[in-house]
């Protein structure tokens, strides 16, 4: 199964066409994540411990892991996230502080090093941004995350950028991105 996790907020969001163009080439069987739709809590402080007194006595049966068992099980995950503020939005880090739950997408070895549990071996990040593009706090993050704690080998981004810029044209941007995926040139 393909999971996709939508955070784009903009009814008429550039990241979500091009995202829906990746999902198209790879394949309409998905599941959609609409961020902005879902119930996602921040990890109270009764929400921490709750949680926490689960994972370590090994009950993980409880609907707070819903969200990691689904990211967990996906076969490829694709993420759209329209570059705000020099980052992702902030719905995408709370269902990050979701998911991450040792013994559903990670563990840590005898010698404390974490290991990925998750069953995709593929994410793919999609991304616009209105001026220049700098991936360090947003794609740099959550590939960093897939490489060295979820277990994700291959962290792919796509992205158009300077798409708010006065010179350049949104549309022909967009458009490029789109045509690059369906040919074949990205993904």
Partial sequence: MVLYINSCVREDSR??????????KIGNDYKELYLPEENLQPLSRERLERRTM????????????????QFASADKIVISAPFWDLSFPSLLKLY???I???????????DGRPRGLCKAK????????????VPDYSYGY?????????????????YAEMLDVDGFDEERIVSKVIDDINEGNIV
Wanted: hydrophobic residues 40%.
């Fill in 15 to 24: 990241t979500d066409k091009i995202a829906r163009a990746v999902l198209g």
């Fill in 54 to 69: 689960l994972i370590e006595s090994g009950d993980y049966s409880d609907e707070i892991f819903s969200y990691a068992k």
């Fill in 96 to 98: 990050i502080e979701n």
């Fill in 100 to 110: 991450y739950v040792t013994g559903i997408v990670s563990e840590y070895t005898a």
């Fill in 122 to 133: 593929e994410l793919i990040y999609v991304t616009t941004a209105g001026g220049p593009y």
């Fill in 142 to 158: 959550i590939k960093d995350l897939c490489e060295n704690y979820l277990g994700i080998s291959e962290v792919n981004l796509i």
